[in-house]
């Protein structure tokens, strides 16, 4: 199969399933979730960024507080009558305001009946109708129902009792509206207000407002179902009686229509939510005291032509919910948000389900044709980016354009298509990778052939323990080097690198092992016994050290060569040597814990920016005849061996290195073992010193990096590598 027709078929999977993971039971909840927090945190930033309502307060809705200053000037909320209520209603009603909504449950009644009212006309006495009428009196039900409907324009608000025990009827004046396509909140024990202020309301609504699955309150229910019918919710009935509205369609929006004229359109999300477009934290609206109106200190006329919500901020009344921008956000501050979104027409939008998997689906194209042919660091960096783009144009659609989506519908495909096509370019590298190391690995070296003409015997599958030297050498970037240049120059350049450092190997009385891929193995000490192996084999590393900087500088002009590096770790220790292999086919190799160690060590050049590192057992055998420096305490990938490892720098008596470098050196020793004991402050000075000898050393700059970092308390000196 061609390469760009699979990653097509890649893309298309990933396609389908990103569709079928946004719609499973186990999957959708967790996906809903996280676009809930992508929206929060874009609606925060918009508010803290790009809001220009934010600081401000709007005055065309107010809000009568029932605050902590309202109960201590007019006591226990519990022990308010309703003739508090129907003072407002009449002091509010003579500033001519739009609307007046409770967002307030008046369930019970304040009359007095039942067995109390029996023994107080018994205690009473005198005229019987005389006593009926002075308990009647009693009652502020009356006077707030009178109230009420002198103003003719009050909007009261019912609740969905969880107290299944009591049943009440609804309520006549609360006006279903058939809207059967609609999202609705289901209603199982309606509570309206006691009949007396039912009937004298202009409208009745339920004021149920609950948080989604991540426990915020993101959408504005606007329908509550009970018994196959639909009710507006309580502002929404505010809403439609002020736009006089006779109709309503609901399909992809909320149409809204007054004698078959459209007046306005709620948009809504593919689920059926309206979602709200906040203004800021609590207090965006004019809040004025309960108390402060009741006991006439606002002056006259102030809410003409206003919209007025009387609602409680005090926590003990329990109405506070938690709002992407506020987590204590007043109840009857969403009804006068829902408010505000619809008379000035603020709404969020969603955008096309079509348009959102076309983009997608040209995301996955763009992947396809750069990623597979970028170089791994490049596919990296350029995900992340356009990721960070994609959370700009998330935040530029709501800030600007009051757009929003479902970001998992994006970023799914997304993920999931730089996963699967960053997976499938690496093993295609792989591939090519290995057929490079197949290609070498047919090389044996002249000391092995020499061995195998002295006798048949050595031909035979077999082995021996040996304490040796292990080298392992590796090309920096060499799978870049693969995309870049065409096959016969890669090849070309190979060899000459291989052919030079075999040379160099063999110069120095050591076995090459293999060649693997772009990598390179010695044994020093194997086949034959050898003198000073250690010293051989970092003798070796270093002149191979030597060797890339030369083939660097005859590159120096050439775009892909010119950074041409190695790494090199070296390794003492017994390993299995002989041929290993079946009776027709086998390479005499070594085998053992200590190989794989050696192959550690290299990579951690990448780590710490070295080219040499070396073990303990090799440093203990050279240690006398060149310049090294013990660089940490560590544990490898894979293995529960404590080792330090050493850098070698160079010849013990080379004239290349100054006392300043040697002085640099030993600092950094003696900061490593301060370090080690848990004397921090100690250690840090002494890196500090460190790297002013040594500007940029980057070890050093490990180090004084690790200090801040690790925890003091359970330090033990071993930093544990857990990559290759």
Sequence with gaps: MKPLLRYILIAIGILICSFFLQRLPISKPLLKITDLRIYDTIVDFANAFGNPETGTTYDEICIIDINEKSIAALGQYSKWQNFFFADLVDILA?????????????????????????????????????????????????????????AGNVFLAMLDSRDTSIRKQLPPKLRAWDVKNASYVPITNPHPPIPILSEAAAGIGFANIIADESGVIHDFPLFNGYQD???????????????????????????????????????????????????????????????????????????????????????????????????????????????????????????????????????????????????PLLSITVFLAISMLFFMV????YAKADYTMSYSAILLPWIMGFTAIFSAQFHDQSIEKRKVRNAFEHYVSKELIQQIMKGSHSLKPGGEKKRISILFADVRNFTSYCEKLNPAEITGFMNRYFNQATDLIFANHGLLDKYIGDALLALFGAPLPLDGFASHAVKTALELRDLSQQLRQSNSQHPVLHDFTIGIGVATGEVIVGNIGSDSIFNYTGIGDRMNFCARLESLNKYYRSSIIIDSETYEMIKDEYLCRKLDRVTVKGKQLV???????????????????????????????????????????????????????????????????????AWDGIWQHETK
């Excluded at 109709?247 to 948009?267: A, G, N, R």
């Excluded at 032509?305 to 009857?332: E, F, H, M, N, Q």
């Excluded at 998330?394 to 659609?397: A, E, R, T, V």
């Design 394 to 397: 998330f935040y530029f659609l």
């Design 229 to 375: 019918k639909y009710y507006a919710n309580f502002s929404f009935q505010m809403c439609l009686d002020l736009m006089n509205i006779d109709h309503i369609e609901v399909d992809k929006t909320c149409k809204l229509y007054s004698q078959s004229k459209l007046i306005t359109e709620i948009p809504l999300s593919p689920e059926g939510s309206c979602y709200l477009k906040y203004y800021g934290p609590q207090q965006s609206f004019r809040y004025i005291s309960f108390s402060d109106v009741l006991q006439n200190r606002i002056y006259p006329g102030y809410f003409k032509d206003r919209i007025v919500l009387i609602g409680s901020s005090a926590s003990g009344l329990r109405d506070i919910k938690s709002t992407p921008l506020d987590p204590r956000y007043p109840g009857v501050e969403l009804h006068a948000t829902f408010i505000r979104n619809v008379l000035e027409e603020a709404h969020i939008h969603w955008l096309n389900e079509k348009l959102i998997l076309l983009v997608a689906s040209i995301m996955l194209l763009l992947q396809i044709l750069f990623i597979r042919k970028a170089k």
């Design 643 to 713: 080792s330090d490892i050493y850098e070698v720098l160079d010849y013990s008596l080379s004239p290349s290195t100054d006392a300043i470098s040697i002085q640099g050196y030993n600092c950094y020793e003696t900061a490593l073992a301060l370090m080690a004991s848990r004397h921090f402050e100690e250690a840090e000075k002494h890196f500090n010193e460190a790297l002013r000898l040594i500007p940029n050393d980057y070890p050093t700059i490990i180090m004084l990096e690790r200090i801040k970092t690790i925890d003091k308390l």
């Design 94 to 150: 003579a500033d001519e305001p739009l609307a007046i909504g409770f967002d307030m449950f008046f369930t019970e009644s304040d009359s007095i009946f039942g067995y109390s009212r029996s023994r107080l006309l018994e205690n009473i006495g005198g005229n019987p109708d005389q006593a009926k009428r002075l308990l009647d009196n009693l009652s502020s039900d009356n006077a707030f129902a009178a109230s009420l409907k002198k």
